[in-house]
Nanobody
Framework: QVQLVESGGGLVQPGGSLRLSCVAS????????MSWYRQAPGKERELVAA????????NYADSVKGRFTISRDNAKNTVFLQMNSLKPEDTAVYYC????????WGQGTQVTVSS
Protein backbone atom coordinates (compact mmCIF):
# COMPACT_ATOMS: atom_id res chain seq x y z
CA GLN A 1 0.00 0.00 0.00
CA VAL A 2 0.98 3.65 -0.29
CA GLN A 3 3.20 4.97 2.48
CA LEU A 4 4.99 8.23 3.15
CA VAL A 5 7.16 8.05 6.25
CA GLU A 6 8.77 11.20 7.58
CA SER A 7 11.75 11.27 9.92
CA GLY A 8 14.42 13.64 11.18
CA GLY A 9 12.38 15.90 13.40
CA GLY A 10 13.32 16.77 16.94
CA LEU A 11 14.27 19.52 19.36
CA VAL A 12 16.83 22.05 18.18
CA GLN A 13 18.04 25.40 19.46
CA PRO A 14 17.40 28.61 17.51
CA GLY A 15 19.97 28.95 14.75
CA GLY A 16 20.39 25.21 14.47
CA SER A 17 19.74 22.82 11.60
CA LEU A 18 17.70 19.73 10.91
CA ARG A 19 17.28 17.52 7.86
CA LEU A 20 13.90 15.93 7.33
CA SER A 21 13.43 12.85 5.15
CA CYS A 22 10.30 11.34 3.65
CA VAL A 23 10.53 7.84 2.22
CA ALA A 24 7.80 6.84 -0.21
CA SER A 25 6.52 3.42 -1.23
CA UNK A 26 3.57 1.95 -3.09
CA UNK A 27 3.53 4.38 -6.02
CA UNK A 28 5.81 5.67 -8.79
CA UNK A 29 7.67 8.26 -6.74
CA UNK A 30 9.51 9.91 -9.64
CA UNK A 31 6.21 10.76 -11.34
CA UNK A 32 4.85 12.72 -8.40
CA UNK A 33 5.49 16.30 -7.39
CA MET A 34 6.54 16.36 -3.75
CA SER A 35 6.14 19.01 -1.12
CA TRP A 36 6.57 19.72 2.56
CA TYR A 37 3.86 21.35 4.63
CA ARG A 38 3.77 22.30 8.28
CA GLN A 39 1.12 22.91 10.88
CA ALA A 40 1.71 24.79 14.09
CA PRO A 41 -0.69 24.53 17.05
CA GLY A 42 -3.84 26.54 16.41
CA LYS A 43 -2.85 27.35 12.83
CA GLU A 44 -3.75 26.02 9.41
CA ARG A 45 -1.45 23.71 7.52
CA GLU A 46 0.79 25.73 5.18
CA LEU A 47 3.05 24.95 2.25
CA VAL A 48 6.75 25.17 3.08
CA ALA A 49 8.46 23.95 -0.08
CA ALA A 50 7.71 21.99 -3.23
CA UNK A 51 9.71 20.20 -5.90
CA UNK A 52 8.50 19.13 -9.31
CA UNK A 53 8.58 15.72 -10.92
CA UNK A 54 11.23 14.52 -11.61
CA UNK A 55 12.92 17.43 -9.85
CA UNK A 56 13.62 20.33 -12.18
CA UNK A 57 12.05 23.17 -10.23
CA UNK A 58 11.41 24.19 -6.65
CA ASN A 59 9.47 26.85 -4.81
CA TYR A 60 9.38 28.03 -1.22
CA ALA A 61 7.25 29.95 1.20
CA ASP A 62 8.62 33.46 1.70
CA SER A 63 9.16 32.71 5.39
CA VAL A 64 11.74 29.98 4.64
CA LYS A 65 13.45 31.25 1.48
CA GLY A 66 17.21 31.23 1.87
CA ARG A 67 17.04 28.96 4.93
CA PHE A 68 15.34 25.75 3.74
CA THR A 69 16.21 23.57 0.75
CA ILE A 70 14.02 20.84 -0.72
CA SER A 71 15.57 18.04 -2.77
CA ARG A 72 14.71 14.55 -3.93
CA ASP A 73 16.49 11.29 -4.70
CA ASN A 74 14.29 9.37 -7.10
CA ALA A 75 16.52 6.30 -6.90
CA LYS A 76 15.81 6.10 -3.16
CA ASN A 77 12.17 7.28 -3.32
CA THR A 78 13.03 10.00 -0.84
CA VAL A 79 12.41 13.72 -0.53
CA PHE A 80 14.44 15.85 1.86
CA LEU A 81 14.03 19.18 3.58
CA GLN A 82 17.25 20.75 4.81
CA MET A 83 16.40 23.38 7.40
CA ASN A 84 19.06 25.86 8.50
CA SER A 85 18.98 28.93 10.73
CA LEU A 86 15.90 27.60 12.47
CA LYS A 87 13.66 30.00 14.37
CA PRO A 88 11.11 29.38 17.13
CA GLU A 89 8.37 30.19 14.62
CA ASP A 90 9.43 27.16 12.57
CA THR A 91 8.06 24.95 15.35
CA ALA A 92 5.37 22.73 13.84
CA VAL A 93 4.52 19.25 12.68
CA TYR A 94 6.04 18.80 9.23
CA TYR A 95 4.27 16.65 6.64
CA CYS A 96 5.31 15.46 3.21
CA UNK A 97 2.80 15.29 0.39
CA UNK A 98 2.83 13.57 -2.98
CA UNK A 99 0.64 14.87 -5.79
CA UNK A 100 -0.17 13.71 -9.27
CA UNK A 101 -3.53 12.24 -10.19
CA UNK A 102 -3.92 11.30 -6.51
CA UNK A 103 -2.71 12.96 -3.32
CA UNK A 104 -0.91 11.20 -0.49
CA TRP A 105 0.13 12.54 2.91
CA GLY A 106 2.58 11.29 5.50
CA GLN A 107 1.85 11.16 9.23
CA GLY A 108 4.18 14.03 10.11
CA THR A 109 7.27 14.63 12.20
CA GLN A 110 7.51 17.15 15.05
CA VAL A 111 10.05 19.97 14.82
CA THR A 112 10.54 22.08 17.93
CA VAL A 113 12.86 25.09 17.93
CA SER A 114 13.50 26.29 21.44
CA SER A 115 16.31 27.25 23.78
Amino acid sequence: QVQLVESGGGLVQPGGSLRLSCVASGFTFSSYAMSWYRQAPGKERELVAAISSPGGSTNYADSVKGRFTISRDNAKNTVFLQMNSLKPEDTAVYYCKAVRSLTYWGQGTQVTVSS
